[in-house]
Structure formats: C-alpha cells, structure tokens
C-alpha cells in the first residue's frame, strides 16, 4: 500500500527557558490575566499562511494565564533575549548524536502559529542539524531530515464558557525537535524508531522527563494519498494502531475517489445553498428546536448523485459497490466522508454538527420532513445526498461552503491536513497542512555563530554510545551484557556505576535496582528517595555476610515504606538494620521459608488470592512462632502472594 | 544585492540571484562528530544575506520554510530552477472608505506601526503604506471614511522640527478638505514629543488630531497596531473637542485603550504596549467595545483654527547631575536660545551652578526649570536653592513634565525672535507662562498616580 511515515520527536529541554531567564518548572498559580486579540500577518514573501487565516477569521479572543515564572517576554510585551548556551550546546550534542551536519551559523525563525498557544502568534524555531543518519538498536537505518531548536507552547485550559484561555508556564520552555525522512515504511519500526531516539535523547542527560516532556507528531501518507500529520501522540505504544488507522482511512479516501470519478457525477457540484427552514416550523427534533428558537434558520446544500458516500451508522465499511472486507480486517469503526464533511465545518464556523440524507431520518427529524426536503430541493432519494445545517445564516452558510470544499477534495483523494489525535486512536482534522509562508526570520535574535571549537568542547562531552557502554561495565563488573542492557534501559546505568564505584558489590546492586525497586508497590513513595548511601548500606550488610542476599527483598520495602510514612532515612535505616542483626539468621530463614511456601502453594494463592494469607500464615506459624512478630510474618506473606497474583 | 566577495563571486558565475527557485547540491565536510562528509541536495529559493550573517554564508529558504545558512565551500553546485517566482495568490482586501460621511484622513508617518521586517537588513523598518495600513484594520469601514495620506516613511527617533511643520500642515490640508478628525501613525518613541510639538503648533484644531503607534510591528499576530488604530479611528471621527490627543493601549490585553491629552502624557515603557501614561492628569477618556467614555475631556476651544509652524531647534534640555555641568552650561551660554533644566525633586539645581544659571540670563537666554521627577509640579518657593534659582531669573515650568516644557520652549522661542536680548527673557515667560493647550495644570488632583491610578482604570471598567 506504499506506506511512508516520518516522525517528528519534542522533546523539552533541561534549564531555564530558551529566550529569558524564567525557571522552565511549570507553574499553576496564576497572577495575572490578560485578554489578546491575534491577527493574520503576511510573510517575508508577501504570502498569508493559508492555515493561519482559516484558522483566525479577522481576529480571534485568547485569554492568557500569567504565572510566576514567566515575565515580560512570554506575553509578548519585550523583545527575546539571546538564547542560553548550555541549551544551545544540547541542542548541537543532540545534532551530533543524531549524525546531522550543525550549521556554522544558527538562523531562529519565525512560525506563524495563531491557534492562541503563543501570545507572540509565532513560535520561535531554528534548525541546529540537517540530514544525518543513525542506526536505532532494532537496526533500522534511520534518516534524520532536520533538527530544530524550538520553544515550546503555552498550555491549553479547560473553560467552563468554552473561551480560549492558555496558561503561558509551558511558553518558551526549550525543546528539541527531531524529523525524520519520511522512509520509514511499517508502523511498529514507527513505534521502535521513536523510542529508540528517546533512549538516545535521554542519554545525554539534557532532557526533561515525565509526562508533557515528550510528544511524537506521526506523518503518515499511503500511494495515492498525501501527507497528513497527527498531532501530540503522547504514548509511544499508540503509534503502530494509530498509523494502521490513518493508512486505512487513506486508503479508503483514496477508493473514494476512484469511486467517485467512476459513479460518472462530475467533480464541478454547485455551491447551491437553500433555505428549508420553513420545512422544520414544527419540527420534533430537539437539536433543530433549540437551534431554531435561538434565531437559527435549517440551510441546506443538494450534493446530486453521491447518495451512501457519507455513511450511515449501519452502512459502515462498504464504500458504494466495492467491499472494502480486505482493508477494513480487524478495523470495526471505518469512516466515511460524513465525519470529514462534520470536521471541516466545525473547525471552520464551530458549530457543534450537522445532518446529511445517509443518516436521515435519525435524530428526530422524521421521514416525512426528509421527503419534505428532498421534494422541495427537486432531489432523488435514491441517488442524491444532501446536508443540513441549523444555525444563525452566515454560520450556516460558512459551514456548508467548507463542507463544499470537502466534498471537492474527496474527488482529489486525500487532502493533506494536520490531524489531532484522540484517546482511541481515532483522529480529528485540524487544519490544512501549513505552507512555507508560515516562516519568516526572528529579526529580534542575530544569526549564531557556531565555530568549530565549540563542536570540539561539545564532542568531549558526549555521552558514550550504547553498545560501548554495555560492553564496558560488563567487563569490568564481570556481570552479563544482558543484565548490564537491562539497567541501561531502565536508565538505571549511571547510578549503578556510581554505586559500584562506592565499593558496593554489583550483582546484589544489580538486584536491587532491577528486581527490587522497580517492584515496590507504588504506595511506597519512598522507594524514589531511597539514597545511594541507604543502597550501599543494605549491599554492604549482605557482602559482609551479616544478611542473607534473600532478605534484601524484604529489607528493602521495610525501609522504603518507613520512609513513605515520614521517617528519616538515616532512623528507617538504623530501626531495620537493627532488627536484622538481632535474629539475622531467623530473618534470612523466614525470607526463603515464605519464597519457598508460596511457590509451592501456587494453585491455592492464584484460586484464593489473598484469602490464601491465613492457611498460609498458620504454616509458617508453626515454625516461627516466638522468633518473628506475626504482623512482619504477614505483611511479608502479603507481598509474597501480591506479587505473585500480579503476576498473572 | 547584500552578497559580496566570494559568496557573490559564486552566485554570479551560476547566474542565480535572491529570489530564485534553485536545487543546491552541497558536500559537506567530515564534522568533528561525523566519521564522513555528506552530501545533501535541497531544492530551495536564495534569500538575501542579511547584514548580520557571516559574510561567507549564502541563505537558503527551505521548503519547510526554514531558512538555512551555508558556507560558500559547501556548495558544490547551483543550479536556476525558476527565476524569481511569482509568489502565492494573496487575497488583498481593498481598502474600503467607508460610508458614513465622516472622513478622517490617516496621516503616515512610519515607525513601528507602519512597520515591516526588513528582510535585506533583518530589521523592523517602516514601509507600511496607508492602504496597508488600512487593510490591518479589519471593519474600519463602519467607524469613518478613511482617507490616506504619506507625511513621511521614518522612524520616530528621525523625527525633527521640521518633520512638525510638515505635520502640521498635512492636518491642515486635512480639515481644509472636510475631514471631521485626523489621526497620525507615529513611531512611539518620540509619539509624546509629536503631540506636545503639534498642541503648540495647531491653535484650536476643529476636530481631534489622534496620535497613535504601536509597540509591536504589524507584522506579527499579536500587533497593537489593529486596535490602536481602530481606537484612533473611533476617537478622530467622534465629535469630541478639537485637541491633540494620543491613543494607546491601556493595559497589556488588547480590550482598551486610553486617551491621552497630546501636553500630557509620556512614553513610560520602552517595550510594553500599555507604556504610555497621562502625567499630572487624568486621561481624556477610555475605549473599548462599548465605544468611548469620557474622564476629564479638556475644554472646548474658543477661536479660529489657525497654525503657527516653527520651532527653535538651540534650545537645550539638561537634567540635573551629580558631575560637572559648567563646561556643558558654558556651551549652552555660547551657542543656545534657551535651556531647560529637569531639576531635582521640585526643581533644585546645585547651588554651585548658581552664578552661572544668573550669568545665562543676563545674556537673554531664558532658562526653564522643570522636574525630572515627571509627575509632580515645580515649587521654587519652598526651599532656599529654588528661592535663589528665581532671583537668578529662572521660569518654573509648573506641572509640565520636561519633555513638554522643553518643546514649549523651543516653539515660544520663534515666536519671540524678533525681539531684543533685554527684553527676550520677559517676553518668553509671560508666552512660556500661559496655558495653551493644556499643559499648564492648576491643580493636580487623586487618580492621576500611584495605586489610585490603578484604581482610576480599574474605577473605569479596564481590565
């Protein structure tokens, strides 16, 4: 099906913001509130952006959000100051990780940007690294088209009166952004290529962490079709449904249009658009009621000759006469040009929906009023669609030429847009694919000069590549390469080696941060605080032979969840410690005692789950009663068996 | 073109120049990062080097619009896809002139506010024509029939004497021709100075003479041009008193702006778009979407409109320093008409300079005495320097902020250039010493400062 998907990476950057000198920690307090009115501007080329002056009318109201760490810069209210340096040489290590050629003089653009995420209208953007080439850890060859440095957006709101409002917190914080060619040709290698260039973002130590850190924008396009970017895809895991998705819903575009050019109606449809309110004076229809009373008037605009391209409810996956079986395999919900159509005119005029004949009559609008219709606008119910919509006239009629305009594209194929994606995978259009005219230069920032000793000061700095790393401290710690991956994937390699170099012994850390940490419940807060000396403490009791290696998995959640509950590390520490050398040895034994009982219980524990604590605590009762207080017998019994039922 | 040496050696021999659709191929060499060179090939238009770019580097427009920087060496070939293409379809929306049977004539001037980045410079230069101007203001139509004139393309910090004159005049042609208001688009950084020059020089205008600018270049979304202009608009075709006004933003959202009386008011930001303030008054009024409310208009003008152009240009403002100032008040008694002096506090000047200030006098040359506390009024009286800086013949310049009292100067000193050096000094005050246009305050009153004129706005109904 010539699939082509190219990534685009975000990644934010650590520091302070990329042009002032505000904190880049987000921020919820607000103190102060302005009002902006955003306007379309014209290029260095003389050009509008053709997205931007669909997306903002004449003008258009944004509330803006003013908090503590953002000052006269962000609101646009004083000119950006040269960007930070250490940001800038991320940036560049970033570039050379990534195989790209640094420019010797970095140009910050201008993007023209007017859905209200920046008070400026534009987004501040230049390019630090062209082509390159990088081999991720599966062994695609990947190719790099650009890496940019950019300032990231302020950050939409929720409003209750459905105003534009954006807190500006996340405005101007730096981010990375990576685009590949457009070469990669299967969704899962989507998926592994942008976890494989987030492994090598994190492991230069320059990037943030956590959620909102991170953002993947996916372009897909099928043969026949055409670019179109899905925007914000946060989970990685997403990526192969949601590229599936996109190249299913081309396809069937693309057969759309087949269809329609063989179906014989010319692509030249009339821009007919008529007034049928009068039809709906007594309408049963609550969403034409309401709409109505409101001063809305019912137009209507005749599509001859494409009824059943719209797509109804029961209809779905059959585009007219050509079973689409094969292509929809596995896919239970394909779109028709109804939703298109609907997404077009919402964007453009904001109006909530409208109505077209391949769902009619549905919605309270009756059968009789959809006879009505098609006998006043002289149409045949066989062959001809047509759509309604309710609202104030020039809303209405706005919002039937884009559905129009929608309609023409279809016979086209698929029109090249930007896509937002939502919580199922499905996708929303946004907006038409931004043209060239929406860049001008940042005359506000000088062109910046990057020298070749500057590369030379950054190259020392590189972190060490993957496989060299792993082969490295295998060597040197004597322990597996597969186990040395394992904590370079978890990004546990830099507190291990620190660790190791604390004279800790590397098979027990490597149990430790791999088998233990990770699977403390989450309750235990403090696991995350769990100190490198509190760590080398408990290695130190098991080398030293005073502690069973066994016992460590108990010893450690004793000590994370006393430190959850408040206690100082140091006190935790001392209280634990001390009560494994008092009956060390009965501890040990107890640890195996309860590992080995529950393994041999395993059908009574999966049947009984929890339930399965009390016969099991009388057993070990029975051996350890008088040694071990019965409620660290039970809450050792609990995590045993938790963890065995999560398992499953 | 801005290319030289090498670079344009280069483009010359391909036959390529800024504007053309051209494939660069290009090898890069080996980085210190990279085990080998590359090689790339890009399809993109030349721009023009801007002045601060290396002198080396030829600019590429992607097609992604991204513009790109490449030394001259990694080009390894050029070659001419499209001669200057024709760029994109605009949809040009023609200046309407409305119909309401109010005409306001649009006076450019340039500055920011009929500013556009200047690619070949990378700098915000003023280039906006009127009609430009007019199409960044979407439903002008419905406020007034706006008619366009050019006074002058330059920025604000150009602006001299005669530049006022001019000005001047252009409002007179205006009114002469029927309009019911003017507005001047003005660069901000000399707007307060324009406004004061233009109260002097245009005696009971017939309608309001709005000036207005813009923090912010047209250019980008978030310009305050539109509703500054828009506002200004409102104001010219309103009916109010004829009277230099400025009108700008009120606060940094762009829901209202405020009128400022031209005598009284000053640029007190050099970036933010609410950075003019009235001085020792209240603002005019306030507009918004529901259209103007007044606050204290000034008083109608009683008389013909007339106009008295010129202004001496050797008239000296001074602030009043910890260092040295005689050589400086030396060459003020030797080559300068007049001075003025922003004192400390209510007016003071070092005692030191005292002699010197009498010796100026005695020469003919009027010295001015104002506070360069901005807000506030002068009192010699008060402590013994001022009572000393008046027996030297020094004027008070009241409440008018120094800026102001500095340009009254200057025009009041044509007006009396006819007469002698003994009488010079007294005929300049008792002009000097009358109010005008308002810049004279007799009283300072609350809301005009501090908290209060926050409250004032707030009192209002500005957010």
Redesign the interface.
Known sequence: MGLRVGLEVHRQLIGSKLFCNCSGELEDREVHR???????????????DRA?SLE?G??KQVFYSITENSC?VE?????PKMPDRATLDAALMIS??L?S???????F????V?DGSN????QR???VG???QYTTESGHELFID?V?LEEDAARKMDTEDGTLLYRVDRLGIPEIEISTKPDISSPETARDVASSIGKTLRSTGKVRRGIGTIRQDVNVSVEGGNRVELKLVQDLRTIPKLVKMEAIRQMLLVEMSRSLKDNGSPPNIPLEIIDISDIFRSTNSRVLRTQIAKGGKVLSLPLRNLAGYFGTRERHGRVRGRPLSEIRKGIDDVKRLGPEIAAYAKVRTGIKGLFHSDELPDYGVSEEEVREVYSALGLDRDNDALVLVCAPRDVATRALEAVHERVLLAYEGVPGEVRRTLDDCRTEYMRPL????????E?DI??I?IE?SD??L??AD?PEPREERVRRIAHETGLSQELISQLNDLELIERFEALVSGGGDPKLLSRILINIIPNLPPRDQGSRELSDQGILSIVKQVSSGKMAKEAMDDIVPMLTKRIGNGEDEGVALKGVLDQISMDGDVMTELSIFIQTLVQEKKDLILDRELRAVGPLMGEVMKVFRGKVDGRMISEMLNREIGRMVGDR | MMYTGKAKELLEGYGIGPGDLVRVEMT?PR????KNG?Q?VLDCVLLDR?S???EE?I?L???????????YDHISNMTLLQRTPP??K??RRTASTGNTGKKVTLIGTGGTIAS??D?RT???HPAMTPTEMNE?I??ISGICDLEHAIASSILSEDVSCTHWDMFTMEVEKAFASGAVGVVIAHGTDTLASTSAALSFTLRNPPGPVVLVGS??S??????DA??NLEHACILASSGLPGAVYVVMHA?????ASLIHLGTKVRKMHS???DAFMSINRMPVGVIDDDGIRLIEPPPPGTGEFSTSIGFNERVMLISAQVSDLSPLLDCVRDRYSALVIAGSGMGHLSSRYLEKVRGIVKEGIPVVMATDCINGSTDLDVYSTGRDLIDAGVIPAGDMPPHVAHIKSMWVMERIKGVSIDDRVSSFAELFLTDLAGEMGQRRTMGTFGIEYLEMLKGIGV?
């Not at chain 1, 302005?34 to 509008?48: K, V």
């Not at chain 2, 980085?31 to 990279?34: D, F, K, L, V």
Request: hydrophobic share 30%; glycine share 10%.
């Open positions: 302005i009002r902006r009115r955003l306007g379309l501007s014209r290029s260095e080329t003389g050009d509008i931007a903002i004449k003008t006269l609101i646009d209210e004083e000119p050379m990780l195989g050629h640094i420019p010797d003089e970095i140009l653009m201008r993007k023209i007017v008070p400026a209208g534009f953007t230049g390019i062209t082509g390159g650009t940019c931004p043209g060239s005219a929406r860049m001008y230069p005359t000088p062109p000069r070749p590369l030379e950054i190259k590189l | 890069f980085q210190t990062h990279r590359q790339m801007g601060r770019s290396r580097n600019i427009k992607l097609d992604s619009g991204y513009n790109l920087s490449i030394h760029s994109g605009v949809e556009m980045v690619y990378g700098a915000v960044a979407p439903d923090q912010r047209s250019d980008r979304p978030s310009s539109r509703m606060t940094i959202s762009d829901s970036t933010r778009r957010d």
